[in-house]
């Protein structure tokens, strides 16, 4: 009930609720496209996936933004973000449409990858002008509260789309390109949202703003090394911890996903009722999203009176050291039910922990450091989830069972437990 009477005052914010929408469809989108590339890259017949293939690929998807989430960054605090909104889904609905076409023909595998790339560099600059915009449309009063439905709200539509294209897949052996053609209608649907916004409502403001984009790209490095410096300054560094907690729950996250990806697609899909071949494979893989959602659902809820209560790494702790006590006694039987209730652990505490760092980051940093800040903030997770994939790939056997990869999470969990504690001792 109190979740219901929170978002029933943040919804009497017109902009809120604009700036809500184009979330939730631009995340939706997200989540149809992903699934389509993972059943795709993971779950395609004449495919045999290993986990060194599923590491990289995800290297060649997401460590470019190690580049282009500087970038974002410094033009967030140039552009106006609603322009960010309109523009950047326009393109990507047009290139989710061009992904859909090479799914549908012979075309070699790197003209694929290249546009499955430029649509995910797209998704770092309005993510993070999503965050960077959040503080425009309420008042101080309620941000911890926005911080924690919106990004959630998003991440649910992410996944409640997400188990839509997982049906679509799993009606139709060969449906990969229909569901990336419904990824690019989201696209086109939340471009058109973006046009109920003001033009200049979502900053920054016209102060900060630096016409031409030759001016921009030559004040990129000064303006990332300022940023730097200002999360640097006593002020911010409650921000740079939680941002470090959080890059390393990111990446436990990846080395997990990589680990349940393996199972799916390996060890689970033989032997468990009418879930059997590779079709099980991928049904068992959007049941564990499903319930991950349900996590992020739960940490929406719990999330604000946790705050209140322990303090933003109090609760950051309580989540890390949840992980580090369920992870390894959910994990080591292998088998799907206790995973599958370890995808909905993992998916509340690393929503918990992300929405708390989502505010620490908001109150600790100025508004023309913001953009900058949570493009840094994307690449630091991008190279957390790459790594992780890496380590992965060297530990897992091929069918996905592994020891080791489950005490070395455990173990990381447990380290940011300790480190979290000592600081707000501190």
Same mark, same amino acid.
């Given at each position: 009930?109190?979740?219901?009477?929170?978002?029933?005052?943040?919804?009497?914010?017109?902009?809120?609720?604009?700036?809500?929408?184009?979330?939730?469809?631009?995340?939706?989108?997200?989540?149809?496209?992903?699934?389509?590339?993972?059943?795709?890259?993971?779950?395609?017949?004449?495919?045999?996936?290993?986990?060194?293939?599923?590491?990289?690929?995800?290297?060649?998807?997401?460590?470019?933004?190690?580049?282009?989430?500087?970038?974002?960054?410094?033009?967030?605090?140039?552009?106006?973000?609603?322009?960010?909104?309109?523009?950047?889904?326009?393109?990507?609905?047009?290139?989710?449409?061009?992904?859909?076409?090479?799914?549908?023909?012979?075309?070699?595998?790197?003209?694929?990858?290249?546009?499955?790339?430029?649509?995910?560099?797209?998704?770092?600059?309005?993510?993070?002008?999503?965050?960077?915009?959040?503080?425009?449309?309420?008042?101080?009063?309620?941000?911890?509260?926005?911080?924690? #439905?919106?990004? %959630? *709200?998003?991440? &649910? @539509? !992410?996944? +409640?789309?997400?188990?839509? =294209?997982?049906?679509? /897949?799993? $009606?139709?052996?060969?449906?990969?390109?229909?569901?990336?053609?419904?990824?690019?209608?989201?696209?086109?649907?939340?471009?058109?949202?973006?046009?109920?916004?003001?033009?200049?409502?979502?900053?920054?403001?016209?102060?900060?703003?630096?016409?031409?984009?030759?001016?921009? #790209?030559?004040? %990129? *490095?000064?303006? &990332? @090394? !300022?940023? +730097?410096?200002?999360?640097? =300054?006593?002020?911010? /560094?409650? $921000?740079?911890?939680?941002?470090?907690?959080?890059?390393?729950?990111?990446?436990?996250?990846?080395?997990?996903?990589?680990?349940?990806?393996?199972?799916?697609?390996?060890?689970?899909?033989?032997?468990?009722?009418?879930?059997?071949?590779?079709?099980?494979?991928?049904?068992? #893989?959007?049941?564990?999203?499903?319930?991950?959602? !349900?996590?992020?659902?739960?940490?929406?809820?719990?999330?604000?009176?946790?705050?209140?209560?322990?303090?933003?790494?109090?609760?950051?702790?309580?989540?890390?050291?949840?992980?580090?006590?369920?992870?390894?006694?959910?994990?080591?039987?292998?088998?799907?039910?206790?995973?599958?209730?370890?995808?909905?652990?993992?998916?509340?505490?690393?929503?918990?922990?992300?929405?708390?760092?989502?505010?620490?980051?908001?109150?600790?940093?100025?508004?023309?450091?913001?953009?900058?800040?949570?493009?840094?903030?994307?690449?630091?997770?991008?190279?957390?989830?790459?790594?992780?994939?890496?380590?992965?790939?060297?530990?897992?056997?091929?069918?996905?069972?592994?020891?080791?990869?489950?005490?070395?999470?455990?173990?990381?969990?447990?380290?940011?437990?300790?480190?979290?504690?000592?600081?707000?001792?501190?």
């Amino acid at each position: 009930m109190a979740v219901v009477g929170d978002l029933r005052a943040l919804l009497r914010f017109g902009g809120f609720r604009r700036l809500l929408a184009v979330r939730l469809l631009s995340q939706g989108a997200d989540g149809v496209y992903q699934v389509a590339l993972a059943a795709h890259v993971v779950f395609s017949p004449e495919k045999e996936t290993s986990a060194g293939a599923i590491a990289s690929a995800m290297a060649v998807l997401l460590l470019p933004y190690s580049l282009v989430g500087p970038f974002a960054g410094v033009l967030l605090d140039r552009w106006q973000r609603r322009q960010v909104f309109l523009h950047g889904n326009l393109l990507r609905a047009l290139l989710a449409a061009t992904t859909a076409a090479l799914m549908a023909t012979t075309a070699p595998g790197w003209l694929f990858y290249a546009s499955a790339l430029c649509v995910t560099a797209v998704n770092r600059f309005v993510l993070a002008g999503l965050s960077a915009a959040l503080p425009r449309v309420v008042d101080a009063e309620r941000l911890v509260v926005a911080n924690s #439905l919106s990004p %959630t *709200a998003g991440t &649910l @539509a !992410a996944t +409640v789309c997400g188990g839509l =294209a997982f049906v679509v /897949r799993l $009606a139709g052996a060969d449906s990969d390109a229909a569901v990336v053609l419904l990824a690019a209608a989201l696209y086109l649907a939340s471009a058109l949202a973006a046009l109920r916004l003001g033009r200049a409502q979502l900053g920054p403001g016209a102060a900060d703003i630096r016409p031409g984009l030759g001016a921009a #790209l030559a004040g %990129t *490095a000064r303006g &990332l @090394a !300022a940023g +730097v410096r200002h999360l640097a =300054a006593p002020r911010c /560094r409650p $921000a740079a911890r939680a941002l470090l907690a959080m890059t390393l729950m990111r990446f436990c996250y990846g080395a997990l996903t990589v680990m349940v990806l393996m199972l799916c697609r390996y060890a689970w899909p033989a032997g468990h009722g009418a879930l059997t071949g590779r079709s099980g494979g991928l049904a068992l #893989l959007g049941l564990a999203v499903g319930l991950s959602g !349900a996590g992020f659902f739960v940490a929406a809820v719990l999330t604000p009176s946790a705050v209140a209560l322990l303090g933003a790494a109090g609760w950051i702790t309580a989540c890390a050291g949840s992980a580090a006590v369920l992870v390894p006694a959910l994990g080591l039987p292998f088998a799907p039910v206790p995973l599958l209730i370890a995808a909905f652990v993992l998916g509340l505490v690393t929503q918990g922990a992300k929405i708390s760092t989502d505010t620490v980051v908001q109150a600790s940093v100025d508004d023309r450091f913001r953009g900058r800040t949570f493009s840094l903030y994307d690449v630091l997770f991008n190279v957390a989830f790459v790594g992780a994939a890496g380590v992965a790939a060297l530990i897992l056997p091929p069918d996905g069972r592994s020891v080791p990869l489950l005490v070395t999470v455990a173990a990381v969990y447990a380290v940011i437990t300790g480190s979290m504690a000592r600081f707000g001792a501190r």
